[in-house]
């Protein structure tokens, strides 16, 4: 394995698949590995060109592979897909991969730190509230409605609407209000937990 210059690795859930050339392009290896094997592998090799397709754990396993020496380099799956030369198949995109990486006009995905992640994901939860809660204030206010009482768009008068559901002169039928008292705390849940973040 000492000759291998580039490596394409197909990451997966369990089992990835790597494909690896010398200098001249001839194919040393091609083979699958379990996610444990992956560091080992390449931790016994020296270092050279390794190529990932940007996806959900990319940036973990190009930091891991970059920290043993390796060049890692993260392409966007829509620029290694016109190097796919037969069927869709994990051996056939690594073999994708390796070749587009060569590419020296391949534009790369930088690798995002562990930090940088984490602040991604704090966006994407806070926007995931946003979104749960939205769902809510939109079945509630459509609930409402069917009881005839009808407001204006907004989580201000979503609140007015939570405060008459709230009071006990509002005449509603005990399990409606019981439903709705149910959605109103769970807006008002979603809500501190944004603002939160």
Known sequence: MQSITTIGLDLAKS??????VDGDGAIVVRRALRRSQVLDFFRRLPPCLVGLEACAS?????REI???????RMIPPIYVKAYVKRGKTDAADAEAICEAVT???MRFVP????????AGMLLRTRDLLIRQRSQLANA???QMSELGVVTALGMVSVAKLADKVRDPSMPMPAVARYALLEM??????LTSRIERL
């Open 15 to 20: 089992v990835f698949q790597i494909h690896g």
């Open 58 to 62: 990319s940036h973990h396993w190009a």
């Open 66 to 72: 970059a920290a043993l020496g390796h060049d890692a």
């Open 103 to 105: 590419r020296p006009t």
């Open 111 to 118: 690798i995002k730190s562990v930090e940088q992640q984490a």
């Open 140 to 142: 509630f206010r459509a």
């Open 184 to 189: 109103a705390e769970q807006i008002d849940m």
